[in-house]
């Protein structure tokens, strides 16, 4: 089961910021946060993860908690072609995590113009 | 572009049918997986491959027979499929154990696969 809980699915007008949060409660000390997308009947996209720090990449930014147990996912300025499921998931970042990634539904974010 | 190649892009197969999906990687991966997504619902994982070796089956139903012949290409050989599993297969590969890239995944564009 995935270890992450997120909303069904959120809107955010075109040219604003889209947050899109996730509680993860159960991580454990050496797990990542990942992001990815998946726009309609493609494959998923990599967006961006972090451990403890916050994390900014061309895409996006990772906020996480001091305690981890949740994070957001900022997009700073949505565009139509932001529209898509976003998946927040846990993931041992080490050799002994495994080589399982486990998504779960995702949130369904709608940009709106 | 990803880096990683799937065909056929889509595939319609009836019952008694035999075929092959493929994947390849030009990313220097040494781990690849296959995914199933079937409509409206998650991504399930189905079979993982690091070093060529199989560490990961989840359950699947052996009508769907996964090969590894090297850690640039893996296929899905399907047989007797039922239309239950009509679904999008998305392969993926990463680096593992994680360097650099920390284990993100790559994706194809999937295949998108009926079967009548």
């Known amino acids: 089961d995935a270890k992450t809980t997120q909303p069904t699915s959120m809107d955010c007008a075109e040219g604003r910021a889209a947050n899109l949060p996730c509680n993860h409660s159960?991580?454990?000390?050496?797990?990542?946060v990942y992001w990815y997308r998946q726009i309609h009947s493609q494959g998923p996209q990599y967006i961006i993860h972090?451990?403890?720090n916050n994390e900014t990449n061309e895409m996006a930014s990772l906020i996480i908690t001091e305690d981890r147990k949740s994070s957001t996912l900022i997009l700073p300025h949505a565009t139509l072609r932001d529209t898509a499921v976003y998946y927040c998931?846990?993931?041992?970042?080490?050799?002994?995590?495994?080589?399982?990634?486990?998504f779960g539904a995702g949130t369904r974010l709608f940009v709106k113009a | 572009e990803t880096g990683v190649t799937q065909t056929p892009r889509h595939l319609v197969m009836g019952m008694t049918n035999k075929k092959s999906l493929k994947c390849e990687q030009h990313l220097g991966h040494n781990a690849m997986y296959w995914y199933k997504q079937s409509a409206k619902k998650p991504l399930e994982l189905m079979f993982v491959?690091?070093?060529?070796?199989?560490?990961e089956n989840n359950s699947v139903p052996s009508r769907f027979s996964p090969e590894c012949p090297n850690s640039s290409h893996l296929f899905l050989h399907l047989h007797t499929l039922q239309p239950e599993d009509s679904a999008l297969y998305l392969c993926a590969s990463s680096q593992d154990p994680p360097g650099r890239e920390r284990g993100k995944l790559f994706f194809g564009s999937g295949t998108q696969l009926s079967v009548l």
């Open positions: 159960t991580i454990s000390g050496n797990e990542y």
């Open positions: 491959y690091s070093l060529e070796e199989r560490v």
């Open positions: 998931i846990v993931r041992g970042g080490d050799y002994t995590g495994g080589f399982k990634t486990i």
């Open positions: 972090g451990l403890k």
